[in-house]
C-alpha cells in the first residue's frame, strides 16, 4: 500500500527588522538569581535611605507636626546656613579632619616602618598596635572621656606629676580644650588603619630595588625618597582618601566624649545632624546636614583624584 507521508514544510519565524527579541540566556538568569540577594540589600539599606534622606532634606518633617509634612522646597538648607551654630559647625569639621588627618598619617607611618623590619616579639608588637581599630569608637570615646577628667582622669594626674601643670585642667568643660581633646583621641584610634596599610606596602616592596638602588649608590634617605614613598604612593592616596570620607562621618568619639559641649563648641557636621534629630526632633533639616555632607564629600573627591591623578595610581 503506497502511503504517502505528509510533507512538513519547516518555516523560520522572521523577526522583524528592528524587533529584535530580547531573551535573558539560561546563564544570565543563574547569575541575576544568585546578585539579587545582593541588590536587594544593597537597594533596601543603602539606596532607599539616601533618596528618602534627600526627599525629606526638602520636607517639613518634625516629629512635633507630623500631620503637616510637606513640600517646603530650600527652606531647610536656608535655615542650616544661616544658622548661627554653621560657621562654628564647619570650621570644626575642618579642624577634625585636618589635624586627625595629619597626625594619624605621620604616626601610622612611623609605626609601619617600625614594624617593617623582623624583631623578636613583633607579632605581639603588631597587635598591640592594631587592637584599638578593632573597637567600638563610642568605646574609645568613653575610655578618653574617663582620661580628660578633670578630677580622677590620668591626663591630669600625669601633668601635675610631671610639673607641667600646677592645677587639673577642665578638659571636656572649655570649648578650645575640648575640640582639642576630641581629636587626640581620634588621633589614637585612627593611627592603626593607616600603620595596617602602610604596613602591607611597605611589605610589598621587592628587596631586589633596595639592592639595585645601594649599588646605584643611594643611600637610606635617597632609597626612601626613590624607592619607597614612590612604590606605596597608591596605597597611601587612596587610605587617605578613604580616611577624610571616614572621619568626617565618624560622629562616635565626640558623641561619647562631650556630645557637642560644652555649648556646641564640639560639635561637627555628622553629631549636628544627631543632634537635630534627638534634641531638636527636626528629621528634614537633620537631612539637610546630610545632603550638605554628601555633597562636601563628593566635590572633595572629585578634586582630589583630579590633582592626585590616583586614578593612575598618583603618577604625579
Not at 500631620?67 to 527652606?75: A, K, P, R, V, Y
Not at 604596613?199 to 628587596?207: D, K, M, R
Not at 580616611?243 to 568619639?253: A, E, G, M
Not at 557637642?260 to 543632634?275: K, L, Q, R
Request: proline share 4%; hydrophobic share 55%.
Amino acid at each position: 500500500m503506497d502511503t504517502q507521508k505528509p510533507i512538513v514544510m519547516m518555516t523560520k519565524q522572521v523577526v522583524p527588522e528592528g524587533k529584535k527579541s530580547f531573551r535573558i540566556s539560561k546563564e544570565g538568569r543563574f547569575i541575576f538569581l544568585c546578585l539579587l540577594p545582593a541588590i536587594l540589600f544593597v537597594s533596601v539599606f543603602t539606596y532607599y535611605p539616601l533618596v528618602r534622606g534627600i526627599i525629606m532634606s526638602f520636607q517639613n518633617y518634625t516629629l512635633f507636626d507630623l500631620m503637616n509634612i510637606q513640600f517646603i522646597g530650600l527652606d531647610n538648607f536656608v535655615n542650616v546656613l544661616t544658622s548661627p551654630d554653621f560657621p562654628r559647625v564647619a570650621m570644626n569639621s575642618f579642624y577634625w579632619v585636618f589635624f586627625s588627618l595629619v597626625f594619624q598619617l605621620l604616626f601610622g607611618f612611623m609605626l609601619a616602618l617600625l614594624m617593617r623590619k623582623k624583631f623578636r616579639g613583633r607579632g605581639i608588637y603588631q597587635a598591640f598596635v592594631f587592637f584599638p581599630w578593632a573597637m567600638s569608637g563610642f568605646l574609645i570615646g568613653l575610655i578618653w572621656r574617663w582620661m580628660f577628667n578633670a578630677q580622677f582622669g590620668v591626663i591630669n594626674d600625669l601633668l601635675l606629676k610631671t610639673g607641667l601643670i600646677d592645677a587639673p585642667i577642665s578638659f571636656l568643660a572649655d570649648g578650645t580644650w575640648a575640640m582639642a581633646a576630641v581629636i587626640i583621641a581620634n588621633i589614637w584610634y585612627g593611627v592603626a588603619f593607616f600603620a595596617i596599610m602602610i604596613l602591607a606596602a611597605l611589605q610589598s616592596i621587592p628587596e631586589e630595588l633596595y639592592e639595585a638602588a645601594a649599588m646605584d649608590g643611594a643611600g637610606r634617605i635617597q632609597q626612601f625618597w626613590r624607592v619607597t614613598l614612590p612604590y606605596i604612593m597608591p596605597t597611601m592616596l587612596v587610605t587617605i582618601l578613604l580616611r577624610v570620607i571616614w572621619i568626617l562621618n565618624f560622629p562616635d568619639i565626640i558623641y561619647a566624649m562631650t556630645n557637642g559641649a560644652p555649648a556646641g563648641s564640639t560639635h561637627i557636621f555628622a553629631t549636628y545632624m544627631i543632634d537635630k534629630v534627638i534634641f531638636g526632633q527636626d528629621y528634614g533639616q537633620a537631612s539637610a546636614v546630610g545632603v550638605i555632607i554628601v555633597v562636601i564629600l563628593m566635590l572633595f573627591t572629585i578634586f582630589y583624584v583630579k590633582a592626585t591623578k590616583v586614578e593612575k595610581g598618583g603618577d604625579f
